[in-house]
């Protein structure tokens, strides 16, 4: 029994040729491929459409969170106990502005370890892989269940992909 190929997996030597090959599978209505770099590159993103990543937000929650708690925990524990010395206010903010900070930076940076694995947990792609794409080469993972492979593979092939190949 042959089995169906999952999805046809291109790989590109220059980023010109890979972002060629992202316009052309846009232009025929192709949503769900993944693509992978070796590197962060601005022209491949571009071509992607690639949005602002919402982890940010959750390192905002994170540190505005944190400077809260910092303020308020140490205000609180001053008024709790009270110790006056040479007759400053109790709840003066000078001295509560490390504490605040050092919050800020613990809670930010916990709510973004946080963000980043809720993320990757919820979006959960899969596709397949090759270990070249760490180092030199870029590359495109189209699934593809139906019959379009072999167009896509000569659309792929067109755009200037080094190695076109069926994954399972």
């Known amino acids: 029994m042959k089995?169906?190929?999952s999805g046809v997996l291109a790989t590109f030597r220059e980023v010109d040729a890979a972002t060629d090959a992202i316009k052309a599978l846009k232009e025929l209505a192709y949503k769900d491929f993944i693509v992978y770099t070796p590197v962060p590159n601005v022209e491949v993103?571009?071509?992607v459409g690639h949005k602002v990543s919402p982890v940010r937000i959750w390192t905002l929650i994170g540190g505005l969170l944190g400077v809260t708690t910092g303020f308020a925990m140490t205000l609180w524990m001053s008024y709790d106990y009270p110790i006056v010395v040479?007759?400053?206010?109790?709840?003066s903010i000078v001295p509560?502005?490390?504490i605040g900070f050092e919050l800020?930076?613990?809670?930010?940076a916990i709510a973004t370890v946080l963000g980043v694995a809720y993320n990757a947990w919820r979006t959960n792609q899969r596709g397949a892989f090759d270990p070249r794409f760490t180092n030199d080469t870029?590359?495109?993972f189209?699934?593809?269940p139906d019959k379009r492979c072999k167009a896509l593979e000569e659309l792929l092939t067109e755009n200037g992909a080094v190695e076109v190949r069926y994954e399972t």
């Open 104 to 108: 800020t930076i613990l809670f930010g």
């Open 45 to 47: 993103a571009a071509a």
């Open 3 to 5: 089995r169906q190929p």
């Open 142 to 144: 189209v699934p593809c």
């Open 96 to 98: 509560y502005v490390v």
């Open 138 to 140: 870029i590359g495109i």
């Open 86 to 91: 040479g007759g400053k206010p109790l709840g």
